[in-house]
């Protein structure tokens, strides 16, 4: 399995990381199924396989990543070979003791290789350093290989955000709790 360095993002690498294919291929999709009745509200999720794969857009501009970048509290790039080919953002809730993942991207040819989960690992090395009780994730609710990812660390769906993205697209918080 390659080996991937991990460190925090600098300018040099924003153009680079901008650049990366951010979308993704999906072969399931996270269904809600919304009810509404007098005094309730019931909503179920349940994963349906698609007819064929569908191709997954980022839910952001990645052109305009780089300012988002400077309102987060981390980023950190994973290298291989001097190129990066991936990165996490995270932002902490100081007041609950919660970290958020909200970004997570690797380069098609890193993918199912480890840096997916050497960058994950890193964010919540980064949050246990800062006292963080609990790590969130939110990715789109095609996004299977992300939803894996989640699950492959001991990640539970924790709840989910109906058109939370400017595409409109449902977002799906995966959590768990740091030890």
Request: hydrophobic letters at 40%.
């Amino acid at each position: 399995m390659p080996e991937f360095e991990i460190h925090p993002a600098d300018t040099n690498d924003l153009p680079r990381l901008m650049a990366l294919d951010h979308s993704c291929l999906s072969d399931y999709v996270w269904q809600l199924e919304l009810r509404r009745e007098p005094n309730q509200i019931t909503a179920n999720f349940r994963e349906v396989r698609l007819p064929r794969s569908v191709e997954v857009k980022y839910p952001r501009d990645p052109f305009t990543l780089a300012d988002e970048w400077k309102k987060r509290d981390a980023v950190f790039v994973a290298v291989q070979a001097n190129t990066p080919v991936g990165y996490i953002c995270l932002t902490e809730e100081h007041t609950a003791a919660i970290a958020w993942v909200t970004d997570i991207v690797v380069a098609p040819d890193a993918r199912r290789k480890g840096a997916g989960s050497a960058l994950l690992m890193a964010g919540q090395a980064w949050a246990l350093e800062r006292g963080v009780r609990r790590l969130v994730a939110e990715m789109p609710s095609k996004n299977q290989a992300c939803i894996r990812l989640m699950q492959k660390f001991g990640y539970e769906f924790c709840g989910y955000n109906d058109q939370y993205y400017p595409t409109q697209d449902v977002a799906l918080f995966f959590g768990r709790a740091l030890k």
